[in-house]
Every structure is written in C-alpha cells, then in structure tokens.
C-alpha cells in the first residue's frame, strides 16, 4: 500500500522533482500540468522539423542538487561538464580572449585570467581583482543593489561592459541595477571565489524535454492538458484535494503547488490568502534564444560571451547550429521573429572570425516570457510552507537559498516533497490508493 495520496501541480522542474521524491518514498503521485508538454521552463518542442530548447540552459558544477537529480534519472551521462572553468569572451571586432582557471586553491585559481583579461587596461584589471576579493567579506545591506556596490568598488563602465553585464545579467536576468546585492555575493562566492571547480559550466547534449520524460517514468501518472482550477478545502486547515477547471474534483492527503507565482497566488487564494497575496506581486523577466542555421564548420568554440552586443552568450549546439541567448530581454521578446534574427546573425557575423564568409541559411526565435521571477522590492521570497499542513509551494521563485535557477527549481521540489513526507508519515487523513504503479503520461 503506497504511503499516501499526493497531488502536484505543474510539471515544471520543481513539480517533476517533488513527484519523483514522493514516488520513491512511496507515495502515489499524480502530477497535473496544464501544458501539453512537461519541463516547464526548461523543456524542448519541434520548430521547423527540429527539436530546440525552449532556451539554451546552462547550470554550474556547485549545482549539487540538480546534478543529483540529474543521476538518479540516468539522464547525467547526457550531459556535458568542463573539467575546469573556462570561458571564450569576442569582442564586437572580432577579438577573443579565453578566461581559464588554474590548478590552485580558491581564490587564486583565477588570478591569471584577470591579470591577462586583454578587454580591461592594467588598471582596470587591478581593480577588477579588489572587487572581487571584496566580495569575499562583504556585510550585503538590506536593499542595496549590486550596482551601487560595484561603483562603491572602482568598477567603471569600462568594466561593467567587459566582465559585469556579460557574466551576471545571464546569471541573475535583470540589469545589475535591479540585482539585490545579497544574491550577486552569493554567486560570487558559490562559483567563483570558494572552490576552484565550482563554476565549471554544465548543459545538456540531448533535448530538455528528456529529461521531463525520463521523470515522468518514475511517477505513477502524470496529465497532460489538465490545468487546475482550485484546490478545495477539506477538514478545518487542511486541502481537500484538487478540482479541474472540469469541474471534477479528485482527493489526495497531500497537494504541491509547483506552477508559475501568479497561477500559485490564485490556486491558494481561498485555502492560503494570506501566501496567495505575497505570492501575486512577483514580476517576471524574459529570456530570448534565436537559433541560427548557417553555412560555416565548427567555429572554434562550444560557447561563448559576446561584449556590446543585445546577444550575451552564444552556444555551437552542432556545426552550422548557433544559438544566441538574450537574457533581460524586456526589449526584444515583442520584436518579430525575423527581426530577432536578423539582429543576432549581424552581431555574430560581424563578431566571430568562423562567420566573416558564412551565410544565413535560416533562422528561428523562441521566447519564454516569464523566465525568471523575483518577489516586490524589499519582501522576502515565498516558503514552501503556506500554512496548511498538507500543501506546499515548490519552484525556482521560491526562498531556497538560490536565486531562481534549474538548481533553485530541484532544491525547491525536494524542500516541499521533504514537508509533505513529514507532515503525511502518520498518515493522518490518508486515503486508499488502488491505481497501480506506473509513469504513464496521459491527458485528462
């Protein structure tokens, strides 16, 4: 007999995290995802008769929880890992330089590349390495953002342009000036200033949405095109189970919330109002991909940071595949798609030495509106717990330590699944389950 009954809501990394938890702590778990896809977020579709990512993602090898996760799907041998830091950064003109780490103890590991950045001055290098020793020791004030703190540390717009923005506007989606100081530091000092083999860059080499299939086959059932209208209440403080915009309502002993914060909010408006309010004023921040099919070989690089340019970083997904990655991109996400392309392909044509003699063999755009999220200035970000015992909150937007990232989504689904073994262990409330095991993925 299974532990419990529990339904999770949103098939997103941190729903499919949660379910898989729960299914191997023996729990008979439901997901219901309103898409026709899984993954959420970080998931893949056919464009043109290929399959993309709906965003090129990239995680960093200090992003334990998601490497685990990604080993106990067996999906870890699909991804590739740098056995050491390293990053190609091109000038608009075509320069390059590569930023490698060396085989010493943090900090030190990455004295070299700054002393050597070719795209700062001396001086500019000097300075760039006090700032970054700075952050070490640096006491976050409460509302300070990240670009006050960088001009407090000698940081010019020389610098912004050549080291700042092209590494931490990616990391964090928002301009530095909207970027809370407490989460820059805690990137400075998980990949970069801590342990020499932490920012050692990470993504997948087979489509994302393998990853959600290889979940959903450890999950007893998994819907499809079944979105969720309300969760009922049940016995006084707790949630009754589910009802689908159906009108069907189905009981679980547990429900977890793991969809997008303005879906959250209003799924716990009438059992949780009082999360549901906090919830319903986070903004979100786009991300744009533009993938560019061209006539060149290999053009020397897996990835690399474009300076001065819309596009930050740009992907060699295979010979005569780019994709080009816009993050903060509040700018671009409404433009056309042939537009979009048209601006990514002049800036790496002009920019990449592979590309001078390439031409353009087609392009495609894919948006993905609401990217990131972060809560209203000055209020802490969500709990999994919303007050009822038996529901939870799980996602990249919630207070997981992180800010919202594929790590922050896994670290979120296994905080709530880790709630609800807990709260449910007893089995108080605990309905029979005769539905038989499984990992079937069907529509409601």
Not at 64 to 82: E, G, I, K, N, P
Request: with cysteine; net charge neutral; charged share 20%.
């Amino acid at each position: 007999m299974a532990a419990g009954r529990v339904a999770v809501i949103g098939a997103g990394l941190a729903g499919l995290t949660a379910a898989v938890a729960l299914s191997d702590a023996g729990f008979a778990v439901d997901v219901f995802e309103r898409s026709r896809l899984l993954g959420g977020r970080a998931t893949s579709f056919v464009v043109d008769g290929i399959e993309v990512d709906n965003g090129q993602h990239v995680f960093l090898a200090c992003c334990t929880s998601l490497t685990a996760f990604l080993a106990r799907l067996d999906m870890d041998r699909h991804m590739y890992v740098q056995s050491r830091f390293e990053a190609v950064v091109f000038s608009r003109d075509g320069r390059r330089c590569d930023l490698r780490a060396v085989a010493v103890p943090a900090p030190l590991h990455l004295l070299p590349a700054v002393l050597g950045y070719r795209f700062l001055q001396p001086a500019g290098r000097l300075r760039l390495l006090w700032a970054l020793m700075a952050a070490r020791t640096t006491k976050p004030a409460r509302e300070q953002s990240f670009a006050s703190w960088l001009a407090e540390h000698g940081q010019d717009e020389t610098a912004l342009r050549a080291f700042w923005r092209p590494f931490f506007v990616p990391a964090l989606n928002a301009p530095l000036e909207e970027v809370p100081l407490r989460e820059a530091l805690f990137v400075l000092r998980t990949a970069f200033l801590h342990d020499r083999n932490a920012a050692r860059f990470g993504y997948s080499r087979v489509p994302l949405a393998r990853v959600a299939q290889a979940a959903a086959a450890c999950i007893r059932r998994v819907h499809t095109e079944a979105p969720v209208r309300a969760i009922p209440e049940g016995r006084p403080g707790w949630a009754a189970g589910i009802e689908l915009e159906s009108g069907e309502r189905r009981e679980y002993d547990g429900v977890c919330v793991a969809t997008p914060p303005q879906q959250a909010a209003h799924l716990l408006s009438s059992v949780a109002p009082h999360t549901a309010d906090g919830i319903g004023r986070y903004a979100s921040r786009p991300i744009v991909d533009v993938h560019l099919w061209h006539s060149a070989a290999d053009v020397g690089f897996d990835f690399a940071a474009l300076l001065d340019a819309p596009v930050q970083w740009i992907f060699q997904k295979a010979p005569g595949y780019l994709v080009c990655s816009i993050s903060d991109a509040l700018g671009f996400v409404g433009r056309p798609r042939d537009e979009l392309i048209a601006v990514c392909w002049d800036a790496v044509h002009d920019a990449l030495p592979g590309l001078r003699t390439a031409r353009l063999v087609r392009g495609a755009a894919t948006r993905v509106v609401e990217a990131t999220f972060a809560p209203a200035a000055g209020q802490p970000r969500a709990s999994a717990n919303t007050g009822i015992p038996n529901l939870v909150l799980a996602g990249s937007w919630t207070d997981t330590g992180w800010p919202d990232t594929m790590e922050s989504a896994v670290r979120s689904g296994y905080q709530a699944a880790g709630i609800l073994r807990h709260r449910l262990s007893a089995g108080a409330g605990r309905s029979e389950s005769t539905a038989p095991p499984g990992g079937e993925v069907q529509r409601v």
